[in-house]
């Protein structure tokens, strides 16, 4: 089965700066690529993805990278805020029975320091 | 905007007795799922559930678990006898879409604590 590893566990930035977080996968057929952004009390909630079919993705201050080959993939976040601290994870999915289920990363707990 | 709520959001219970656990997922969503996250461990996918069967689940999901629509608007996992090892936050999630990249709305968990 798919195993993802996720790296680093923890990281601390100082508001402003980027933060990068990144994912191995181990499955060749996985092709699609959540990034689950997970804030105290709440479930994990979607915030960008990324499909085999493309090398990057970009929506305002985050951006994914897709190394197909080498099978990397990697969340950027840039010009960070307090409101980004969260445990991000990410997740790599095959088609199972109908829908994509993800296999998650073990999560990145994201501090932001004002 | 719609979300999934799940009840209660912490659960007790001793070890070998059964516990529901309920969610209530979008209300035009067709597809539901259920994921534990063990503390510290990674969240694990359970089972899905569409047209009122299970679609796919995992080695974790074994007979002492199971999934209900009751009644349209609920879906539950049962854990008949649970263990101290079944101690961790189950998320319920849902999708709209019956193919392509289903975007899984997630609940905000339960958090079960077998003793």
């Known amino acids: 089965g798919e195993n993802v590893e996720q790296h680093p566990s923890t990281l601390s930035v100082q508001e402003g700066d980027s933060a990068v977080i990144k994912c191995t996968y181990s499955?060749?057929?996985?092709?699609?690529f959540p990034w689950y952004k997970q804030e105290l009390g709440k479930g994990p909630q979607l915030i960008i993805d990324?499909?085999?079919?493309?090398g990057e993705k970009k929506d305002q201050r985050i951006a994914v990278t897709l190394n197909k080959t080498a099978k990397h993939f990697s969340l950027h976040i840039t010009e960070t805020q307090p409101e980004d601290s969260a445990v991000y994870f990410c997740?790599?999915?095959?088609?199972?029975?109908?829908?994509?289920?993800?296999?998650f990363g073990r999560g990145t707990s994201l501090i932001v320091h004002p | 905007e719609p979300e999934v709520t799940q009840t209660p959001s912490h659960q007790v219970t001793q070890m070998g007795q059964e516990v529901i656990l309920r969610c209530v997922p979008i209300s035009n969503h067709l597809y539901f799922y259920w994921y534990r996250q063990i503390l510290g461990q990674k969240v694990e996918f359970l089972v899905s559930f569409y047209n009122n069967e299970i679609s796919e689940k995992s080695e974790i999901f074994d007979d002492q678990f199971s999934v209900e629509r009751p009644d349209g608007s609920n879906f539950t996992l049962k854990i008949r006898s649970t263990k101290l090892e079944d101690s961790a936050m189950y998320f319920c999630?849902?999708?709209?879409?019956?193919?392509?990249?289903?975007?899984?709305?997630f609940g905000p968990g339960t958090r079960l604590t077998v003793l």
């Open positions: 990324i499909r085999s079919n493309v």
């Open positions: 499955d060749s057929a996985s092709n699609y």
């Open positions: 999630a849902s999708s709209h879409t019956s193919g392509g990249y289903n975007e899984q709305f």
């Open positions: 997740a790599a999915s095959t088609s199972r029975g109908g829908s994509y289920i993800p296999t």
